[in-house]
């Protein structure tokens, strides 16, 4: 021990710090696991919201089916030239609804409160899927059995009020059927160290579009 | 004589000159053994973290299908009571028992489904999934129009990229198959078809080996790799234990078809809240039930169906 050789265990300059570094490390790791985790976010209630394509814009719209407002009283009846183009309180309607371009095409002409059926008589505002069958009777058949269309409330409707069904306007605007929806909810989030975004050797062929090496891209 | 001397004559032995302790092996020692005992402190440290570590009661518990139901209803005050401890809710824990003469049937009409993702969340939101990191039963594929190819989908796809009449968007989910490959895996047997076709998972019983999820050819199947956090005016306080309960951490997890909801009658939350009623739900025995009016009139497609799932969930071609 007090001879000129090497100091006695002298690996220890190596294993002592190589010990100290490794529980400082797994002390770190202990650290960070008991920090408080942050609040999560709620999620939005509009993203679960039971509403249709429509939904958003009906409710700000007060005059919908309540048509006797104005039309209680007598209102004069068009000339025939002018059955297509949307006047006074209706002036800022667009119809684009295919090639249905005249109003009274669905209004009854001499009783604005209620549509028109095909021989002329009355169809009640309340049951606009009347009038929609009219030209759309193979979507009527299918909005009955319940392939299209939405309706909620018990799978095995037994009584009245178990089933909600929604009727046509409740989707479609009939002014402007196409849908317009646009509560969209956000992609869903995951760590970046997960989402491979290029090829790692760089490209192999014309398969590397969808494979990388030989394993098909894939990312979760 | 003659041997004391011989002895006498021999060097001192080794022994006699190594009692005495230096100061510095003194020190290299201490040190050594502190630096030890502290590194194995270190490295055991995650056993703190008592969450991880079970109480008896959740030792001993049995599986679900051997409970009796005084067994289900100490388990379940047990696990209102943690749930109120970890999170700060108040929730019910219930068990509804499968209808009879029922067999769940899911029809996604992709004709109208426009990808808003609306779904997504409204299960999340309904079943108490973990938030971050965010699990999502369900996920929905933007696909190129003209064929079902799954490789060039997209399943991340931003909002400004959803509604886009050029591509159509299928949404996947557990497809309670009726031969699933997903419960001939399980070791343990955590997970097994019930009576009306849901498959099921007791989390008490998972031990959370992800072969489920290898198995399952649609990747229904979601693993908490890390402790549900979700926020306690999220959280739904309706819970059914196989459905929507918090999930402990380590066990799997999937849609159930919200059997707290559909056992009662209800439609699932997903069904709900589809603003353009592109999914359809139903009891497939029952001859007056849209679903079976849907399959016998629409073109139907079944996703992966050369893999002989039989699954309960179709995707229709339908206005």
């Known amino acids: 021990m007090m001879t000129h050789e090497k100091p006695a265990l002298w690996w220890l300059f190596f294993f002592v710090p190589a010990i100290l570094a490794l529980s400082l490390f797994l002390f770190y790791h202990t650290l960070q696991s008991k920090s408080a985790p942050k609040e999560p976010k709620l999620i939005n209630a509009k993203f679960y919201k039971v509403e249709t394509a429509r939904g958003q814009t009906l409710e700000n719209k007060s005059i919908v089916g309540n048509c006797h407002l104005c039309h209680a009283y007598w209102v004069a009846i068009p000339k025939t030239n002018q059955t297509s183009i949307p006047r006074f309180a209706h002036a800022g309607i667009q119809l684009k609804h295919g090639e249905n371009g005249r109003c009274y095409n669905c209004h009854q002409i ?41 309706w909620t409330g018990m799978w095995q409707a037994q009584k009245n009020g178990d089933r909600k069904t929604y009727t046509c306007t409740q989707c479609h605007d009939p002014h402007d059927p196409k849908f317009k929806y646009n509560t969209i909810a956000p992609a869903p989030v995951w760590p970046p160290k997960y989402i491979r975004t290029k090829l790692e050797h760089g490209p192999v062929g014309p398969a590397s579009q969808y494979l990388i090496e030989d394993e098909p891209k894939e990312i979760f | 004589m003659a041997d004391r001397e011989y002895f006498d004559s021999l060097p001192p032995f080794e022994s006699e000159a190594q009692t005495e302790l230096s100061r510095r092996d003194f020190i290299t020692g201490t040190s050594l ?39 289900k209803k100490t388990i379940f005050a047990r696990l209102e009571t943690e749930v109120k401890n970890d999170y700060g809710a108040d929730v019910k824990i219930r068990d509804p028992q499968p209808l009879d003469g029922v067999e769940y049937a899911y029809i996604l009409n992709i004709g109208r489904c426009i990808g808003c993702r609306k779904c997504v969340y409204a299960c999340m939101k309904e079943n108490n999934t973990s938030r971050d990191p965010q699990i999502q039963y369900i996920r929905v594929l933007k696909l190129n129009q003209g064929s079902v190819d799954l490789e060039t989908s997209s399943h991340d796809y931003p909002e400004n990229e959803a509604a886009d009449p050029n591509y159509y968007y299928m949404p996947v989910q557990c497809h309670q198959c009726r031969k699933p490959p997903c419960i001939k895996v399980c070791p343990v047997k955590a997970t097994w078809m019930e009576k009306d076709g849901v498959v099921v998972v007791d989390h008490n019983w998972c031990i959370g080996c992800r072969y489920c999820e290898a198995a399952c050819p649609y990747h229904a199947r979601r693993f908490n790799f890390s402790k549900t956090t979700i926020a306690p005016e999220d959280i ?35 069904h709900d809240a589809c603003p353009t009623g592109a999914r359809k739900f139903g009891n497939l025995r029952d001859p007056e039930s849209e679903v079976r009016k849907i399959l016998e009139r629409e073109r139907v497609y079944v996703l992966k169906q050369e893999i002989g799932t039989l699954p309960r969930f179709y995707y229709v071609f339908a206005k």
């Open chain 1, 110 to 150: 001499t009783d604005r409160n209620n549509y028109v059926a095909d021989d002329g008589s009355d169809i009640m505002v309340q049951l606009p899927e009347k009038l929609c069958a009219r030209c759309h009777g193979l979507i009527y058949k299918d909005w009955q059995l319940g392939t299209h269309g939405k």
């Open chain 2, 33 to 71: 053994a502190i630096t030890s005992v502290v590194a194995t402190g270190a490295a055991l440290s995650p056993l703190l973290n008592a969450r991880e570590v079970p109480t008896k009661d959740e030792l001993l518990q049995k599986h679900y299908k051997q409970l009796t139901t005084e067994d």
């Open chain 2, 236 to 270: 739904n306080p309706d819970m059914g234990y196989l459905s929507n309960r918090i999930r402990p951490l380590g066990t799997m997890e999937k849609c159930t078809f919200c059997l707290h909801r559909t056992r009662e009658g209800k439609y699932p939350a997903c």
